[in-house]
């Protein structure tokens, strides 16, 4: 039988968009000796009457019948590595099936029932997946053709704009320092982690989006393509200068 993580507090769903849905919850991790507390953030996209999880977050029996109240769950979809611990609670409840990348490794053992690819098949008919190839673990994005384009990201792109009430205070001085709490941030700990060649997100940015909804922190309206350009921007290799021209 499996043993799914338990419920830790969250807050209520939320309307980001027209038929696309929020809510922020905690995190409870423990790596390199640190127990770690930090918040998530799972989207619910809507498509009838099917309801399709995105970076799951275990919700409580009210938050439970808030999710109900909008639909059917019929998908979950992992697009981290890190991510999933979830997934196991919202397949077995619901009967949905589990999308994700074909290097993804469930915690629980389980097979992936649908393989998401760059141009595949997405629960979402208006939807896009993007894969960022060049990552040493596997990660991909979504991105709603809707609204001018809402991106989802799981932890390659992060919105932390404030410590909110999901962190420990130990935590959210920790990631403060780390400069990890900031809007639209490619995080140094994924980075560190994946590897990815720069050029991954250049091809993101060549997509049309206008909005952004992380894993981490709440969405980021209007002025996400701007500022992930900018974080992208400070971290792409500058060309050297040119030689001054000699008398």
């Not at 696309?20 to 799972?42: C, I, P, W, Y």
């Not at 941030?185 to 206008?210: K, Q, V």
Request: charged share 20%.
């Amino acid at each position: 039988m499996t043993e799914y993580s338990p419920v830790w507090p969250h807050g209520p769903l939320q309307a980001a968009f027209p038929d696309v849905f929020f809510v922020v919850g905690t995190n409870k991790t423990h790596h390199a000796g640190v127990d770690l507390q930090t918040s998530r953030t799972m989207v619910v996209v809507r498509t009838g009457e099917a309801l399709t999880l995105i970076n799951t977050v275990r919700l409580d029996d009210a938050g439970l019948r808030e999710l109900d109240a909008l639909g059917e769950v019929r998908h979950v979809v992992r697009l981290g590595a890190f991510h999933g611990r979830d997934d196991p609670f919202y397949c077995d409840r619901y009967g949905a099936e589990l999308w994700a990348l074909p290097a993804a490794e469930h915690a629980d053992g389980r097979s992936t029932g649908r393989t998401l690819a760059a141009g595949g098949p997405f629960p979402a008919p208006d939807a896009e997946l993007f894969v960022f190839a060049s990552a040493r673990f596997p990660e991909a994005a979504v991105i709603l053709a809707r609204e001018g384009g809402i991106l989802i990201t799981c932890d390659a792109i992060q919105n932390w704009t404030h410590v909110d009430r999901f962190f420990s205070p130990a935590c959210g001085e920790l990631f403060t320092n780390q400069g990890l709490i900031r809007p639209a941030n490619i995080p140094s700990t994924w980075l560190g982690a994946c590897e990815p060649d720069i050029a991954d997100f250049h091809r993101l940015l060549a997509r049309r989006f206008c909005h952004l909804i992380s894993a981490h922190g709440e969405p980021l309206r209007d002025q996400a393509h701007p500022q992930i350009a900018a974080r992208v921007a400070e971290l792409s290799p500058r060309a050297p200068a040119s030689p001054s021209a000699r008398p």
